[in-house]
């Protein structure tokens, strides 16, 4: 089938929400768990306040990534882990789910999706996912990622033990409405990643498609790899400032009467003064290293267990699933 198309291979019905549901889920669990200590590198990176010390050199993604290592054991590099693991599978069957219901809807008479449409419906995929998951799970592994604490001393007590304890203690401390603290900020950078995401991997597919004997074919699992890779890396780079001020916005609690715009006016303006220009893209490497990889496990694992999904669909009478 082609790449920009609402159909399923052979001309068939699209995916269900329970394919997508699984494979997106799947698929999420094993980017998590392969990429989050570039993910939490890139947070402390963000984080760091050397740069505004006089004398002292911002450090690099992998001096940052060993001393983690080295003062909080190699454990630290998962910190917040309980929280993206817990939240990555809604996050991937709305993302997925969304884009697949967003893109039929801007789909044309004869099925064909163009490239405007894919990049609408991946910005929409976005914002949803944005909204109804992403935001509230950043809150939380943000806090958990900013403890400095050793994970091999016992009397070394954080003061978030663990994603449900720092849910609880945000909720008790700030309210339920500071899980959505950076909502706007987490929405314009989720909906920007994936409609570049979805675009670029559904241009490079397509293309890839063509060049084929069969372009109804499957592409190699290396081949969606690649291009998972590459269009991973797109987003990151356009919204690098919203993603570092988002992490600040998010890591500490608001004061008494700041509006969410004031906070972000404020902390942008301070971080121009005190660490200039270059602070916007602080954490670039690791999170293009945490994104790119993550779209290439993502879309790899996505593509293969929606296939064996669809081949056990087919072999059930009737071609449905038993929802």
């Known amino acids: 089938m082609s790449a920009k198309t609402v159909s399923g291979p ?76 817990t939240g990555i599978v809604p996050k991937m069957a709305i993302r997925f789910t969304s884009y697949e219901w967003y893109k039929q809807l801007l789909a044309n008479n004869d099925g064909t999706v163009s490239g405007s449409g894919n990049f609408l419906a991946g910005l929409a995929a976005g914002v949803t996912e944005a909204v109804f998951v992403v935001t509230p799970m950043e809150v939380v592994k943000i806090r958990l990622q900013a403890q400095h604490h050793s994970m091999a001393d016992p009397l070394d ?21 500071a899980l959505w603290r950076g909502v706007s900020l987490t929405a314009l950078r989720q909906g920007t990643n994936q409609a570049a995401n979805f675009t670029a991997y559904t241009e490079l597919k397509d293309r890839l498609q063509k060049s084929r004997a069969d372009p109804s074919a499957p592409l190699p699992g290396w081949q969606t790899a690649c291009i998972g890779l590459i269009s991973g890396a797109v987003g990151p780079f356009t919204n690098a400032p919203i993603d570092t001020i988002k992490t600040r916005l998010q890591r500490s609690p608001a004061e008494p009467g700041q509006t969410a715009m004031g906070r972000i006016k404020a902390i942008g303006s301070q971080m121009y003064k005190q660490e200039g220009l270059r602070a916007f893209w602080m954490g670039i490497t690791p999170r293009v290293m945490r994104v790119a990889p993550g779209q290439a496990v993502t879309f790899a694992v996505y593509e293969y267990l929606k296939g064996l999904l669809e081949k056990s669909r087919e072999m059930i009478p009737g071609g449905n699933y038993e929802e």
């Not at 954080?158 to 700030?174: G, L, M």
């Open 157 to 177: 007590i954080p003061k978030y033990r663990n994603a449900a304890h720092a849910c609880y203690t945000v909720i008790k401390e700030e309210g339920v409405g």
């Open 10 to 85: 052979g001309g068939k019905k699209p995916a269900s929400a329970a394919t997508n549901l699984i494979a997106g889920g799947g698929a999420g669990m094993m980017e998590a768990l392969a990429c989050h200590p570039l993910d939490t590198i890139k947070v402390r990176m963000q984080l760091s306040r050397r740069g505004r010390i006089p004398g002292h050199k911002r450090r690099g993604f992998l001096k940052t990534g060993i001393e983690i290592a080295k003062k909080e054991t190699p454990l630290g590099l998962y910190k917040g882990l309980g929280a993206v693991m």
